[in-house]
């Protein structure tokens, strides 16, 4: 049974960092590219970030780059985030996703499991 977690939520002021972390088993984690996405309230779930299987190439959304990191350790099957220079528009549910190809990787319905998500709240 896979399993998908997220971690390291949770309240900061506009400006600080976060990191969040996303533990995955019961699958093999290297053969899965791995994306974060989130979602405010009252709108659609957007892409932030992905990674491809090794972690040799990253994406970002034109709103975090810059600002926020994507990096993998497949030893410990766990994808991060690191998110600095936070703004209030960055609050949202973030939820960590995997996926078995690279292509269409900002698109979430591709995405085969899913976490239940974390909340970030950024203060002004």
């Known amino acids: 049974q896979v399993q998908v977690a997220e971690s390291g939520g949770g309240l900061v002021q506009a400006g600080g960092s976060l990191r969040l972390s996303c533990a995955a088993s019961?699958?093999?984690?290297?053969?899965?590219?791995m994306g974060w996405f989130r979602q405010a309230p009252g709108k659609e779930r957007m892409f932030v970030a992905a990674?491809?299987?090794?972690?040799?190439?990253?994406y970002y959304a034109d709103s975090v780059k810059g600002r926020f990191t994507i990096s993998r350790d497949n030893a410990k099957n766990t994808v991060y985030l690191q998110m600095n220079s936070l703004k209030p528009e960055d609050t949202a549910v973030y939820y960590c996703?995997?996926?078995?190809?690279?292509?269409?990787?900002?698109?979430?319905?591709?995405?085969?499991?899913w976490g239940h998500g974390t909340q970030v709240t950024v203060s002004s």
């Open positions: 996703a995997g996926k078995r190809l690279m292509d269409n990787y900002n698109l979430s319905p591709l995405y085969d499991y």
């Open positions: 019961g699958l093999t984690f290297r053969n899965y590219v």
């Open positions: 990674i491809s299987w090794s972690g040799g190439s990253t």
